[in-house]
């Protein structure tokens, strides 16, 4: 293998060790986790199969293969930001219904008072 083969391989290996290892001790959902573990098992696979976007690339038009995957790269930190958002948004409606339930059972105690 070269070098760089084996940086991937080894860096993909590490970001699922360091998913798997915050899972289980409760610092992240395992929701989040899906997507780490997806990232982490490309990079080992791109790692260990440099190849896979030579042979990928023509089939999708692309005719400089490292395209490809700065391309999809992109395209996943633009998918991971939108699922943020998405999520943020959820909790802040989550907390908005929250507050306006804690101010309608403030206001039936002060009544009952």
Do not use: N
Request: with cysteine; aromatic share 10%; glycine share 4%.
């Amino acid at each position: 293998m070269i070098s760089y083969q084996i940086t991937a391989a080894v860096l993909g290996f590490t970001v699922a060790a360091t998913i798997l290892f915050l899972v289980r001790r409760d610092h992240m959902r395992i929701s989040y986790a899906y997507w780490w573990l997806l990232v982490a098992a490309a990079a080992l696979l791109l790692g260990i199969f440099p190849r896979i976007t030579d042979a990928i690339a023509p089939f999708l038009g692309i005719a400089y293969p490292p395209v490809l995957v700065l391309s999809c790269g992109i395209a996943a930190v633009l998918i991971k930001m939108l699922l943020m958002d998405l999520e943020h948004t959820r909790h802040e409606r989550e907390i908005r219904r929250l507050i306006q339930r804690l101010a309608i059972y403030e206001a039936q105690a002060e009544r009952k008072e």
